[in-house]
T-cell receptor, first 115, second 113 residues
């Protein structure tokens, strides 16, 4: 059974703190993704990675960075958390194909509150 | 730029009352369209992938269809456990690397007894 796990279900941080969100997948997938989900805005892509040490910006990368040192692990970093980064954060993974996309499998999400 | 519009935003059905959810998309060459189900406070759960117009997929009470401009998720004789938000996502030829998807904002379905 496919599995994507995220380090925390709920997280409360203070403004200015550095925040680490971790994601691990056990499916040997090449692609990994970080999204945030806000009411009325849907899922928005922050960063993605198609290989170890490779990363590409998504639609809303400002204020975030990522790290992928191992194939199974993809970390999202909030360098200096701000209240507008309060959101649900979702990690996903998928197989890679040059022209035919595979489905993405999602983790349970991390509800981050920045106060 | 790929765009996905889902309608209606919210739908309330009686148990057994069949209906359809719509996903309209604009892409420069569709590579794939995906349907997901999301329960409150959880991550989306994959349902279907459709790759070309005319394709259909079924799973229990759900059936997904695809045309060149839109996809429908038909729900036949729904039950309360079908209540969830249903998300549609696409990848087009010009979406870029890494198999990125563009998501719609979803249809929130509630099925009542």
């Amino acid at each position: 059974d496919v599995k994507v796990t995220q380090s925390s279900r709920y997280l409360v941080k203070r403004t200015g703190e550095k925040v680490f969100l971790e994601c691990v997948q056990d499916m040997d997938h090449e692609n990994m993704f970080w999204y945030r989900q806000d009411p009325g805005l849907g899922l928005r892509l922050i960063y993605f990675s198609y290989d170890v040490k490779m990363k590409e910006k998504g639609d809303i990368p400002e204020g975030y960075s990522v790290s992928r040192e191992k194939k199974e692990r993809f970390s999202l970093i909030l360098e200096s958390a701000s209240t507008n980064q309060t959101s649900m954060y979702l990690c996903a993974s998928s197989l890679f194909h040059q022209t035919r996309p595979y489905e993405q499998y999602f983790g349970p999400g991390t509800r981050l509150t920045v106060t | 730029e790929d765009q996905v519009t889902q309608s209606p935003e919210a739908l309330r059905l009686q148990e057994g009352e069949s209906s359809s959810l719509n996903c309209s998309y604009t892409v420069s060459g569709l590579r794939g369209l995906f349907w997901y189900r999301q329960d409150p406070g959880k991550g989306p759960e994959f349902l279907f992938t459709l790759y070309s117009a005319g394709e259909e997929k079924e799973k229990e009470r759900l059936k997904a269809t695809l045309t060149k401009k839109e996809s429908f998720l038909h729900i036949t004789a729904p039950k309360p456990e079908d209540s969830a938000t249903y998300l549609c996502a696409v990848q087009g030829v010009r979406t870029g690397g890494g198999n990125k998807l563009t998501f719609g904002t979803g249809t929130q379905l509630k099925v009542e007894l």
